[in-house]
């Protein structure tokens, strides 16, 4: 059987039901009551297509709103997964930043050691004649 206000709806997605037009049922017989469109009623013929169009093609539901909040639920839980992910690879960065800094530390303490030692050798080979080129 067909549903003239779904036929309707898929005929004319504009159109508001009961306002622009009234479908009135009786004993399982439908008729259009009322017609305020600015264009003729569909025949028989073109709610019977535009019927077996529609179940065809029947149009995508909105989500209702428990499976919204569900689907954001599940978005959110993707950020924070996210965000716990990129919160640890901070702190290993963090910890891989320490590591090269006291590296760095405990090799400027190396090469102040060096210099010093350098320049002792150099004292020494200086007081020792050993430096200059004095023969």
Do not use: C, F
């Amino acid at each position: 059987m067909v549903n003239y206000s779904a036929a309707i709806q898929y005929l004319y997605p504009d159109a508001k039901p009961n306002i622009d037009y009234v479908i009135v049922a009786e004993n399982e017989v439908q008729e259009i009551h009322y017609w305020g469109l600015d264009v003729p009623p569909p025949t028989q013929r073109e709610l019977r297509d535009a019927w077996e169009a529609y179940l065809a093609n029947p149009p995508v539901e909105p989500p209702t709103p428990s499976e919204e909040l569900q689907g954001v639920k599940m978005q959110l839980a993707s950020v924070l997964k996210v965000n716990a992910e990129k919160e640890i690879e901070l702190q290993t960065l963090k910890q891989q930043n320490a590591l090269i800094l006291v590296d760095n530390a405990n090799k400027s303490v190396d090469l102040a050691n060096v210099k010093q030692q350098t320049a002792e050798i150099m004292k020494m080979l200086a007081e020792n004649n050993i430096l200059g080129g004095n023969a």
